[in-house]
């Protein structure tokens, strides 16, 4: 059985994250809008209708907006911690929440999804691990630095979602109030792209194939240049920009086989393995 994944849009405008395998699927965040979450899953020609649960991993909007109408128009229960909801002042259907715990793994069908504790500036943000037939892709955004928790799930994932949100030059030379920079930068904030290419290049084992930088900032940073700045640290590792205009393709894990399908093209073989 493979584990299928993409990002329907990944920055501070809107975050939302698709996986699931041939029965079951999820979301992680619903950052968008429900209409525009409804255009980018039919662009994937991918249905709304196959979607088991959606995982919220904090409170912030880019991460919430779009849930509420989400859960009611098709019926998804929503896993959220008690912190989480409290704070997120989102009317979910109570008959439609489920607690989680910051620590937890939680089966949707043949799905596991593992939540684990992060440093970021919400009550309770979770980081969340996917996996299906000892297939792991992880989603490692909004984290403030990279602590043991972040390290240990990195090493163990097929694929992972991590952030590079800015260029610590850009950042700190650009227009943002101090306060802004600090709280960005200060731990609790954003992974920089430095940090993420250490714990790219530090942590990173052979079995990872896909690495989709993502919840870069639209002021300090820059799509092209941090790419250059991984794809000079690797080999084996396909560095992509999950994108905060527009869907990613949809990249399939099946065992020891990658695939990647295109927009509404059909689905092609990749031989990483010969």
């Known amino acids: 059985m493979s584990l299928s994944f993409a990002s329907l849009n990944s920055g501070s405008n809107g975050n939302c994250y698709y996986l699931g395998n041939e ?22 020609g991918l249905s709304l209708h196959r979607i088991k649960a959606i995982f919220i991993s904090h409170e912030h909007i880019d991460h919430i907006k779009g849930v509420e109408v989400l859960a ?4 998804i229960p929503v896993y959220i911690t008690p912190d989480t909801f409290e704070n997120s002042r ?11 715990n910051n620590d937890q793994t939680i089966d949707i069908g043949n799905i596991k999804i593992k939540a684990f504790p992060k440093y970021h500036d919400a009550s309770d943000p979770t980081s969340f691990v996917v996996e299906c037939n000892d297939i792991k892709v992880g989603v490692f955004t909004d984290i403030g630095r990279v602590c043991k928790n972040v390290k240990h799930h ?18 700190m030379n650009g227009h943002y109030p101090y306060a802004l920079k600090t709280r960005i ?4 904030g954003h992974l920089s792209n430095d940090e993420a290419l250490d714990l ?8 990872l194939k896909y690495l989709l930088l993502s919840h870069l900032s639209k002021e300090n940073n820059d799509p092209d240049l ?41 689905i092609k073989q990749l031989s990483l393995f010969d």
């Not at 029965?23 to 994937?44: H, P, V």
């Not at 989102?90 to 989680?100: A, D, F, N, R």
């Not at 099946?254 to 695939?259: T, V």
């Open 72 to 75: 009611k128009k098709y019926t």
């Open 200 to 207: 790219f290049v530090n942590h990173r084992t052979p079995k």
């Open 185 to 188: 930068s200060g731990g609790d």
């Open 154 to 171: 990195f090493q163990l994932c097929d694929a992972v979602f991590l952030e590079a949100n800015y260029d610590r030059e850009m950042l």
């Open 23 to 44: 029965q079951d699927a999820i979301l992680i965040d619903a950052g968008l809008s429900c209409k525009e979450t409804e255009k980018r899953m039919k662009e994937l």
């Open 90 to 100: 989102c009317p979910i259907p109570k008959e439609q929440v489920i607690w989680m």
């Open 226 to 266: 941090v790419k250059k700045l991984f794809e000079l640290n690797t080999t084996n590792t396909e560095i992509i920009i999950a994108s905060r205009y527009a869907p990613s393709l949809i990249y399939e894990v099946i065992n020891s086989s990658i695939k990647k399908t295109k927009i509404k093209t059909n």
